[in-house]
């Protein structure tokens, strides 16, 4: 995630210099075929071509705003997951533990398991799918991803115990296991008389929220923006970035042809403006693949950590992450 006030222009460069190179081309093929070739019929009329760029402005529109929307849920379900986690780890040290310090032996495996779910969960959504981005990932972010992999696998190989974790590795879905060991062992306190039916009940809500926001992840993570839009706004900004100079190429020459060089620059804006659009909401539509503006799980992760272990009084508490280049991961 982003969290300067504005984005670098290296990151603007990074994202357009593709499209400034295609634009340059268009705009300087235009006035060659029209000028040297002398191919006075490739001047067509402007009205056709701005139709197609109001139809596509508004297909880009539509697109952006539901590639919004996925990344606003996905913010809210790791939102979600925040409130629940902090609410769970409370739960227990007060139910179990009665709240006080330092915990029991068996209210720390509870809690430890938790955070071992957090990471497990942070790990499958760090997993790479087919219809996500590999060429708009900087190299620093492609080395962000891989090493949240091995951050995860550390994490919660140090808060499960060996055997649990042996087992857990065996495991398709490592995530929603462990949520399992969490109700089974709270069942464990409510026979061994450490907690009243109440607060098994309670306990046991909390654990099936947190499976009803993993859901939601899950569901954002594995099911793509549906490629039918994807591809018919790359295919519409392709057309319009195609015809727009020779769309104005006879508004230049009104001017007169010794302004019809202008179109270059123009050319370029206008392109720009529109290519520029269709990339905010292409990199914005997997809110879990590592990218610029994506959410930043390990930093909620480890915020989660950080509140958790102080409630035990742990006395080796993580430090909060901190951007890297304006960026937090």
Known sequence: MYVNRYLSPLIVYYYSWRMVLFSLFTGSLSIF???????????????????????TAFFVGFKNNQSYDRSWEARKVWGAITNHSRSFGAAVRAFAAGGTTPVSPEV???????????????????????????????????????????????????HLPETELAELKTKSNMA????????????????????????HVALQDLISKLYDEQGKSERIK?????????????????????????????QFLDLGEKYMFLLIPFNLIVSWVFMFMEYVGDISENPFEGLLNDVPLGSIVRNIEIDIKDMLGDEEIPERRKPYLGVLF
């Open 33 to 55: 075929v029209y000028d040297y070739l002398d191919w006075k019929w490739v001047a067509i009329p402007w009205l056709p071509v701005s139709l197609v760029g109001t139809a």
């Open 108 to 158: 720390r495996v509870i809690v430890y398991r938790h955070i071992a779910w957090l990471y497990a969960l942070r790990n499958s959504m760090a997993q790479r799918t087919s219809w996500e981005h590999k060429d708009k990932a900087s190299n620093r972010q492609r080395e962000a991803l891989h090493r949240a992999k091995e951050i995860c696998e550390t994490e919660i190989a140090k």
């Open 176 to 199: 929603t296991q462990i949520l399992d060991r969490q109700s089974q062992d709270l069942n464990l306190l409510r026979q061994n008389g450490k907690i009243d039916a109440y607060q």
């Open 222 to 250: 594995n099911t793509p923006f549906p490629r039918q839009y994807a591809t018919t706004s790359n295919l519409f900004i392709f057309v319009f970035m195609t015809l727009l100079p020779f769309g104005l190429l006879p």
